[in-house]
């Protein structure tokens, strides 16, 4: 059974930093790309950043690049989300996600390419 639980959301000012972990329960961690996504009220889940299993490649949204980081630690089964000069409009729950197998390399940045999600952990960046 897959699990997928986050922290370390919070409420931060603009310009502020915080760093989100998501630990996995996941057989063979170390070979699956792991996601992050975030979603609003009444908007679909965005694409945030993504980390391949290989973690030799990471992408990121146009809004996020050059202010986050996602990471890994794979001993720990742990991927991470820092996010660094957040803004307002980054308040939003966010979610990590997993492929439904490993070594998946495409569509990274579609939810619809991942089965499994964490609880969410809500961000909200005060102005």
């Known amino acids: 059974q897959v699990q997928l639980v986050e922290s370390g959301g919070g409420l931060v000012q603009a310009g502020g930093s915080l760093r989100l972990s998501c630990a996995a329960s996941?057989?063979?961690?170390?070979?699956?790309?792991m996601g992050w996504f975030r979603q609003t009220p009444g908007k679909e889940r965005e694409f945030v950043a993504a980390?391949?299993?290989?973690?030799?490649?990471?992408y990121y949204a146009d809004s996020v690049k050059g202010r986050f980081t996602v990471s890994r630690d794979n001993p720990k089964n742990t991927v991470y989300l820092q996010m660094n000069s957040l803004k307002p409009e980054d308040t939003a729950v966010y979610y990590c996600a997993a492929p439904p197998r490993p070594q998946i390399n495409y569509g990274m940045a579609s939810a619809s390419s991942y089965d499994y999600w964490g609880q969410g952990t809500q961000v909200t960046v005060s102005s």
């Open positions: 980390i391949t299993w290989s973690s030799s490649n990471t």
């Open positions: 996941i057989y063979n961690f170390r070979i699956y790309t």
